[in-house]
């Protein structure tokens, strides 16, 4: 059963009445895919992150993933994820809770992968959201450890790394 743990650095723009800010978030992932085989893989995972001066969100996620018919070009995965969120402000306290559903795509090339993913509008977030990411893996290597970067909507930056365990 694959066991996969990563860290990331993220940049975060907030702007509304004050003038816009950049804050950097700290973020921890834990994922075991309890089903994988050659057609579907069914993922859980959790996060926590947390974000200077706004607060922390820790994250369950479980997700399903289709595998895509092996072609010359790439190979990957088509799915859907499911968001559970909490979230605790930095200042007052305020505890938040919401879910919301979302899309994904691995498609892999070599050692490079594409995951672009689109978050559907829901109460918790207030609006639909999209990432890219692009990863290189280092497959030669024990652990089979991965660079990660990514950008998504308003001005959100991320720069991180996994590794798997078997």
Do not use: C
């Amino acid at each position: 059963m694959p066991v996969a743990f990563s860290g990331t650095l993220s940049n975060h723009r907030f702007s509304g009445i004050a003038p816009a800010q950049n804050k950097i978030a700290m973020q921890l992932d834990g994922e075991v895919d309890p089903i994988s085989n050659d057609k579907y893989v069914l993922a859980l995972s959790g996060e926590m992150q947390n974000t200077a001066d706004i607060g922390t969100l820790w994250e369950l996620a479980p997700e399903f993933d289709w595998m895509l018919p092996k072609n010359d070009m790439f190979t990957g995965a088509v799915g859907a994820i499911a968001y559970m969120d909490r979230f605790n402000a930095a200042v007052g306290g305020l505890t938040t809770r919401g879910r919301t559903l979302g899309a994904v795509a691995y498609l892999n090339r070599g050692e490079w992968n594409f995951i672009p993913e689109y978050d559907f509008n829901s109460n918790w977030t207030g609006g639909d959201n999209f990432s890219i990411k692009v990863s290189k893996s280092f497959a030669k290597m024990n652990r089979d450890p991965r660079v990660i970067v990514g950008a998504a909507k308003h001005n959100s930056f991320v720069a991180g790394v996994r590794m798997t365990l078997h």
